[in-house]
Structure formats: C-alpha cells, structure tokens
C-alpha cells in the first residue's frame, strides 16, 4: 500500500554532514506520521527522529541538537538532516510511517529497505 525509499547515505568524517531522503509512494502522504530509525551491528533499533503529519517534531538525548528532520508533502518526502556525525551514529537507517489513531498507538506501519551511514575517518 505505501512504499518508502531510502537514500542518501554513505561514508563520511567525523563532525561532516548528510542529508538522508525518504520518498513514499502514495498520494495521502500528508496524513502519516514520519520516523527515521537506525540500527547498528549487535545493537538494537533505536528512534532517532519522529515527525507528526502536523509537523511536530521528536528527537532522543543521542541526536537532539544535531538532526533534523522534515518533511515535503508536495514531493512525497521525508529528510533526515545530520550533523556534527560521530562514529557512534554508524547504522542502517531505515525510514519508517504510520497513521497515529489515538495516544501513541499506530496503525498501516510501513519500513523502507535502509541505508547504510558510515562515519569513520
């Protein structure tokens, strides 16, 4: 029903840049909250960005101040714009939507295939 594309990722220094892409098909994008989540070898699946459908934005203590995440609902598309990267932030990143209904319960989740960010000098 939604298909979510990730790209963007790839090799980088510590303290560089990137800007992660997601694109979902799908005209009723605008009403699907948004996610970025990473998961690093021998490590669990971690939140590291969250977006409502109304723009409201969530981060956790390990990236708050250094990502930023956005979104263009006339392009289908979701950002992750990372900074200041440490080679703590190497993972998967896998981009992630769902329909809020009530509280912190989610329905319709879709994941996208990830990609790989590296951050190593």
């Known amino acids: 029903q939604v298909q979510l594309v990730e790209s963007g990722g790839g090799l980088v220094q510590p303290g560089g840049s990137l800007r992660l892409s997601c694109a979902a098909s799908?005209?009723?994008?605008?009403?699907?909250?948004m996610a970025w989540y990473r998961q690093a070898p021998g490590k669990q699946r971690e939140l590291v960005a969250h977006?409502?459908?109304?723009?409201?934005?969530n981060y956790p203590d390990s990236v708050k101040g250094r990502f930023t995440i956005s979104r263009d609902n006339a392009k289908n598309t979701v950002y992750l714009q990372m900074a200041s990267l440490k080679p703590e932030d190497t993972a998967v990143y896998y981009c992630?939507?769902?329909?809020?209904?009530?509280?912190?319960?989610?329905?319709?989740?879709?994941w996208g295939q990830g990609t790989q960010v590296t951050v190593s000098s």
């Open positions: 992630n939507a769902a329909v809020q209904v009530v509280g912190t319960v989610f329905v319709n989740e879709y």
């Open positions: 977006i409502t459908s109304g723009g409201s934005q």
């Open positions: 799908g005209r009723i994008f605008s009403i699907y909250a």
